[in-house]
């Protein structure tokens, strides 16, 4: 008993009472912007894929497991036709409003139909 009151003061103090700090999490909502990643590399072994793209005026080369948190599948190959030198879209959501993930990114096996990013 004296153990527990002895820690019910710093238990108390230790919550944190202040509700004006933004409550982490949705509702929120992003601006898309797609940029063409052209593929340049794949590894059979593990169906994964690189690609490169060009972001805020520099190349830089992403994984298709690294943003996707998947490998592609066989079918996913096949029906797209990919392969090296295709180039695809990668998706940059930027947070407008709301407190989510800042930035993501992801790669969508959809044909690019331009060379340059576009806003959705």
């Known amino acids: ?16 009472l202040d509700q004006k700090s933004p409550v982490v999490g949705g509702p929120c909502s992003y601006k898309t912007t797609y940029h063409p990643a052209r593929v340049v590399g794949f590894d059979s072994s593990q169906m994964d894929a690189l690609f490169e793209v060009n ?10 497991h690294e943003l996707n948190n998947a490998y592609l599948t066989p079918d996913e190959v096949k029906t797209t036709g ?8 990668l998706a940059h959501d930027g947070i407008e409003s709301g407190t989510c ?4 990114l992801r790669l969508e096996l959809v044909p690019s139909d ?4 576009t806003v959705k």
């Open 101 to 104: 993930t800042p930035v993501i």
């Open 55 to 64: 972001l805020h005026g520099k190349p830089d080369t992403f994984g298709y």
């Open 114 to 117: 331009s060379t340059t990013a």
């Open 82 to 89: 990919f392969a090296v030198g295709n180039i695809y879209r």
């Open 1 to 16: 008993m004296k153990n527990l009151l002895f820690t019910l003061p710093f238990l108390v103090f230790s919550c944190n």
